[in-house]
């Protein structure tokens, strides 16, 4: 009951009750068009981005048409599967989500993490950072990943709502008719993970220079023709916004282009953690400087750091994963410990600032602008645009939604007031973000409510000057303790 004792008093509990109803119709009109919030992100790994132009992509070309084509991504270093993966669902350097390597040794957890042999289901390694599938599901919605990297694994207690277990034999076609029926189930997911292994594999044996590397990616832009006609047939292309990128590039390699670990370093003295392109060496205790001495000029094509001097653009410095020495070979180089370890023809992770490391990207859906392009976005940003386009709140990251908002049919950014403090800066601003057209609604309607509140409380002031006043309040109230 509105116990008013002064005008004053009431026309602020006026205001007051007019805000909490404009702070309602906010949130209705924000949950609206649920449709339109559905993502399905796909990942076809190691798919360079200059790809496109090798051989007739129709179905790539069909998307960039009638939606959006950024020509080149900024990826993180290390420019590997697994930890561009991981920033792809979180919007975080390596050194922030903890997947710095496909092959890591946590000195704290006395601990291995090695892709080769798919020893990559600890969570203790996944659990610094919350991917999107978990921050999705937190907000009440449901999540499908097929085979996305690290989606099979239990991370900070949870698993995607429906997902498959990885198996490189399932065909595309099979992880295409789980991800459509889990967007037309009963219950459908808001948020789908894709994820095919070529032209990955094919570019590592090839070498992205092969001729033959043409038909395989005719091969994936058919995949592509498949999924959208499924998409079509499921009656989810025109609702669906569906993003198409990768996690890095290839750079052709040689046998003339190799650094034999084995002819400047005793074995005895140092564990070899991860490999080609970035050497990640941990001497053996009391060993440091004489194994960083005899590799800093072993090589001129290999370029040697301690821990601390890793230039901080690459944002890769700050975890424990990071071992004390990393040796990153130039482009088209190879580390192998010797002659006798495997060669691959075609191989990435080098510096990412290589245009050849670059993965592509293009969307399209009703978020999307049509025929539009872009010469260039950071992978850390797709996770902010990912949060807004399912309308959930992002979790502090290292993007920027404001850099891709131009890929977007109307804005995206509201500025937010603070962001924790990560290392690499995390983007102030960039936190959470409203839909601007439902908030600018909302705040119309809460603005229309304050206004008629204000001539109904005036027109019953005046008479109110006659002693009848408790009457008249109890009348307004009445209707506001309904409303
Ligand atoms: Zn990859």
Known sequence: MLNCSSPLKMTSRLLWVAFKLAALTLSVTLSLQPEQQKVLLVSFDGFRWDYLYRVPTPHFHYVMKSG?????????????????????????????????????????????????????????????????????????????????????????????????????????????????????????????????????????????????????????????????????????????????????????????????????????HYILIDQSPVAAILPKEGKFDEVYEALAHAHPNLTVYKKEEIPERWHYKYNNRIQPIIAVADEGWSILQNKSADFMLGNHGYDNALAEMHPIFLAHGPAFRKNFTKAAMNSTDLYPLLCHLLGIPALPHNGSLSSVQDLLSSPATRPAPHTPRLHGGVRPGEHEQEEPYAYFIGVSLGSILVVVFLIVFVKHLIPSQIPTLPDMQAEIAQPLLQA
Not at 105 to 121: C, G, Q, R, T, V
Not at 155 to 163: G, L
Request: glycine content about 6%; proline content about 5%.
């Open 68 to 268: 959006v084509h950024v020509k080149q991504v900024t990826n993180i270093f290390i420019t590997k599967t697994y930890p561009n993966h991981y920033t792809l669902v979180t919007g975080l350097f390596a050194e922030n989500h903890g997947i710095v390597a496909n092959d890591m040794f946590d000195p704290i957890l006395n601990k291995s993490f090695s892709l080769e042999d798919m020893n990559i289901y600890d969570s203790e390694f996944w659990e610094d950072a919350i991917p999107i599938w978990i921050t999705n599901q937190r907000a009440g919605r449901a999540s499908g990943a097929a085979m996305w990297p690290g989606s099979d694994v239990k991370i900070h207690e949870s698993f995607p709502t429906h997902y498959m277990l990885y198996n490189e034999s399932v065909s595309f076609e099979d992880r295409v008719a789980k991800i459509i029926e889990w967007f037309t189930a009963k219950e459908p997911i808001h948020l789908g993970l894709l994820y095919w292994e070529d032209p990955d594999d094919m570019g590592h044996r090839l070498g992205p220079d092969s001729p033959l590397m043409g038909p395989v990616i005719s091969d994936i832009d058919n995949k592509l023709g498949y999924l959208i006609q499924r998409l079509k047939e499921a009656k989810l292309w025109d609702t669906l916004n569906l993003i198409i990128t990768s996690d890095h590039g290839m750079t052709q390699c040689s046998e003339e282009k190799v650094i034999e670990l084995d002819q400047y370093l005793d074995k005895d």
